[in-house]
């Protein structure tokens, strides 16, 4: 068993496609290589902290890229996903704001003025292509885990501390 990270699929979001230069010739191409990479890393054993702005669509669409999804998917909650019980409701296991978890902080958003822990890396989505990890003034490092960084692929512990020279 495996723990991935992940973040800003999308899903049925077309204008993303513009915003992030995906290449895309429909959001159904889009949804079915997300999908595609996604399972071809993740087992249904392993487990997936996706970290926000899953997918823009109705509860039954959502539902239908979730089911399709390999793993035991938990979600912090991005700006644009669902309430907490929408978003259980699409099928996430549990879903946060923000999560601790062993030697990460896990959030939708980058940190702006948090100051630096030595044991801990800000995990975190939100930003896109802006950049893939960066040490913010006050010494925090940050990894962007968005799909737009990482060839839409899940990525493990390891590749988030080979990122940051770990």
Same mark, same amino acid.
């Given at each position: 068993?495996?723990?991935?990270?992940?973040?800003?699929?999308?899903?049925?979001?077309?204008?993303?496609? /513009?915003?992030?230069?995906?290449?895309?010739?429909?959001?159904?191409?889009?949804?079915?290589?997300?999908?595609?990479?996604?399972?071809?890393?993740?087992?249904?054993? =392993?487990?997936?902290?996706?970290?926000?702005?899953?997918? *823009?669509?109705?509860?039954? /669409?959502?539902?239908?890229?979730?089911?399709? *999804?390999?793993?035991?998917?938990?979600?912090?909650?991005?700006?644009?996903?669902?309430?907490?019980? /929408?978003?259980? /409701?699409?099928?996430?296991?549990?879903?946060?704001?923000?999560?601790?978890?062993? =030697?990460?902080?896990?959030?939708?958003?980058?940190?702006?003025?948090?100051?630096?822990?030595?044991?801990?890396?800000?995990?975190?989505?939100?930003?896109?292509?802006?950049?893939?990890?960066?040490?913010?003034?006050?010494? *925090?490092?940050?990894?962007?885990?968005?799909?737009?960084?990482?060839?839409? *692929?899940?990525?493990?512990?390891?590749?988030?501390?080979?990122?940051?020279?770990?």
């Amino acid at each position: 068993m495996t723990t991935f990270y992940t973040s800003d699929h999308h899903f049925f979001h077309w204008n993303i496609n /513009r915003y992030c230069n995906r290449g895309f010739a429909t959001v159904e191409e889009m949804n079915e290589k997300m999908i595609s990479v996604w399972n071809s890393r993740v087992t249904n054993e =392993d487990t997936v902290h996706h970290l926000g702005d899953f997918c *823009l669509a109705s509860l039954e /669409r959502q539902q239908s890229i979730f089911n399709r *999804l390999n793993g035991i998917k938990y979600l912090v909650k991005g700006n644009h996903d669902g309430s907490i019980t /929408r978003m259980k /409701r699409v099928g996430f296991k549990d879903v946060f704001k923000q999560l601790v978890l062993d =030697d990460f902080i896990l959030s939708h958003r980058p940190a702006e003025n948090t100051e630096a822990n030595q044991k801990r890396i800000w995990v975190c989505g939100h930003v896109h292509t802006a950049w893939k990890s960066k040490t913010n003034p006050n010494g *925090l490092i940050q990894v962007n885990i968005g799909v737009d960084q990482w060839n839409y *692929l899940p990525v493990t512990k390891e590749e988030i501390y080979e990122a940051v020279g770990r």
